[in-house]
Nanobody, 126 residues
Framework: QVQLVESGGGLVQAGGSLSLSCVMSGGTFSRYSMGWFRQVPGMEREVVAA????????YYDDPVKGRFTISRLNLQNTVYLQMNSLKPEDTAVYYCAATRLPLATQATGVDGMNYWGKGTLVTVSS
């Protein structure tokens, strides 16, 4: 049974940085492309960044381009999301997800992901 566990959320001031991590267990990590999604109350869960199986391809949603960086270490079964220049509108619960698709994008949506973590809260104060 594949499990994903996120860590690294917390409270940060606007302009600051946070790094999220997600560790996979129970599956072959290198066979999954990975995505980071976020959700605020009353809104749909949306992908913010994704990375392909081997890390050679990435996707970023427009609001985070140039500020967020997704990476992965297959030997450690871990995917990361480095978030810089954080804004109050980045406040959300951030979820790690895995898919057998080559690369998740906005078009993939939540239905295209096979496994989910429980999420970690990121709060950016103004």
């Amino acid at each position: 049974q594949v499990q994903l566990v996120e860590s690294g959320g917390g409270l940060v001031q606007a302009g600051g940085s946070l790094s999220l991590s997600c560790v996979m267990s129970g599956g072959t990590f290198s066979r999954y492309s990975m995505g980071w999604f976020r959700q605020v109350p009353g809104m749909e869960r949306e992908v913010v960044a994704a990375i392909s199986w081997g890390g050679g391809s990435t996707y970023y949603d427009d609001p985070v381009k140039g500020r967020f960086t997704i990476s992965r270490l297959n030997l450690q079964n871990t995917v990361y999301l480095q978030m810089n220049s954080l804004k109050p509108e980045d406040t959300a619960v951030y979820y790690c997800a895995a898919t057998r698709l080559p690369l998740a994008t906005q078009a993939t949506g939540v239905d295209g992901m096979n496994y989910w973590g429980k999420g970690t809260l990121v709060t950016v104060s103004s």
